[in-house]
C-alpha cells in the first residue's frame, strides 16, 4: 500500500521538488533544509511531520551539523577548556545547530539543490557556514555536505533520516561486528561486540528489535530492504560511523564522521572518535549516495 505525506509536508508552498523516472524528492528549506519526501515508484520512504510547523527532529531526513548526536552537557572541548552551548535535547545539546533553521537556496536545477546555512556565532560561537547539495537521478540520490569554518573549531557531521515501516516489514544489513559501549545514551570509548539484538550482518528484519547503537567499524553499503524494495545506502572517508535507532513509529540508519559527543570528549581521545579540527576557512566534506531497485 503507498503512503502519502502527511498534511505537513503536503501543505508546504515552500517545498523543492526534483523528479527523475519514478522517484521524487521535496526538500524544505525552511525547516532546516531537509529532505521532506522521498518517494519510489509512488511510495513514502520517509516519516512525515506531525503539522505544518513540526520543526522537530522526528522526521524527514535533515543534516546533522557541526556535529551529529548527543553532545554532553552542551560542552565542546576546546583549546584546553569548554565551550557551553545550548541545551537543545534534555540536559545536553542534540544534533547540531542548523536541523531547524531556514537555509538558502543558492542553486536551483531540474535535478539538483545548492543550499546553505549560517552557524550562528549565538548558537555556534566559532561560526562559519554549513553547505548541502542534493541531486536525483533515475535509481539514485545523492547528498553531499560541508561544513566550513569561521575560525579555528572541531567540526563532524552526519545525516539523520527517518525511514518509514509501511510496505511491510524492513530489514537492515550492516556489516560492523562491533557497537560502543554506552552510559546514559553517551558513548564511553568501550568496544562491545554485537550481540543478537544488536548483530545486523544477515540482514535480519527489524520486526521488534529496538536498537539505539553506535556502529564504529562499518563497512559499505547498509543494505535496506522492504519487501517489494532495495536500498543500498553507500559512504566512504570520512564518514566512519553508523547510528542505528528503530523506535516503533520508524527506524533511522545515520551515517556520520563521528561518535556521538565526539566534540566533547578530550583530545587525546576526540581524534579517535573521528573529531576534525579545521583551521579558519578550512572544511570538513562528505557524501551519501541512496540508491534504489
Do not use: K
Not at 547528498?143 to 530489514?171: C, K, N, Q
Request: with cysteine.
Amino acid at each position: 500500500m503507498a503512503a502519502s505525506p502527511t498534511d505537513g509536508v503536503r501543505g508546504r508552498s515552500s517545498l523543492i521538488r526534483l523528479h527523475a523516472a519514478d522517484a521524487s524528492v521535496a526538500l524544505d528549506p525552511d525547516r532546516g533544509g531537509r529532505l521532506a519526501s522521498l518517494q519510489v515508484g509512488g511510495r513514502e520512504l520517509f516519516v512525515g511531520p506531525s503539522s505544518d510547523e513540526d520543526r522537530s527532529t522526528q522526521w524527514g531526513c535533515f543534516l546533522m551539523a557541526p556535529w551529529p548526536g548527543r553532545l554532553a552537557g552542551g560542552r565542546v572541548r576546546w583549546d584546553g577548556h569548554d565551550v557551553q552551548l545550548a541545551r537543545t535535547g534534555g540536559d545536553h545539546a542534540i544534533h547540531g545547530v542548523v536541523h531547524d533553521r531556514p537555509w538558502t537556496v543558492t542553486h536551483r536545477g531540474a535535478d539538483v539543490v545548492e543550499l546553505a546555512c549560517p552557524l550562528d556565532r549565538a548558537d555556534w560561537p566559532f561560526g562559519g557556514e554549513v553547505r548541502q547539495r542534493i541531486a536525483i537521478e533515475p535509481g539514485r540520490l545523492s547528498l553531499h555536505a560541508e561544513v566550513i569554518a569561521g575560525e579555528a573549531m572541531p567540526a563532524a557531521l552526519g545525516w539523520h533520516p527517518w525511514f518509514s515501516r509501511r510496505g511491510g516489514d524492513p530489514s537492515v544489513r550492516l556489516a560492523a561486528g562491533h557497537v560502543l559501549a554506552t552510559r546514559d545514551q553517551l558513548p564511553t570509548g568501550e568496544l562491545w561486540p554485537v550481540d543478537s539484538m544488536t548483530d545486523l550482518r544477515t540482514g535480519p528484519a527489524l520486526g521488534g528489535r529496538r536498537i539505539d547503537a553506535v556502529y564504529p567499524d562499518p563497512s559499505s553499503p547498509v543494505d535496506i530492504d522492504w519487501p517489494d524494495l532495495h536500498l543500498a545506502m553507500e559512504f566512504g572517508a570520512p564518514l566512519g560511523v553508523i547510528v542505528v535507532y528503530t523506535p516503533p513509529e520508524g527506524f533511522c540508519v545515520e551515517p556520520q564522521t563521528a561518535w556521538p559527543n565526539a566534540l566533547g570528549m578530550p583530545p587525546d581521545s576526540a581524534g579517535r572518535a573521528g573529531v576534525r579540527l579545521l583551521g579558519a576557512g578550512e572544511s570538513l566534506a562528505a557524501n551519501v549516495r541512496i540508491n534504489w531497485r
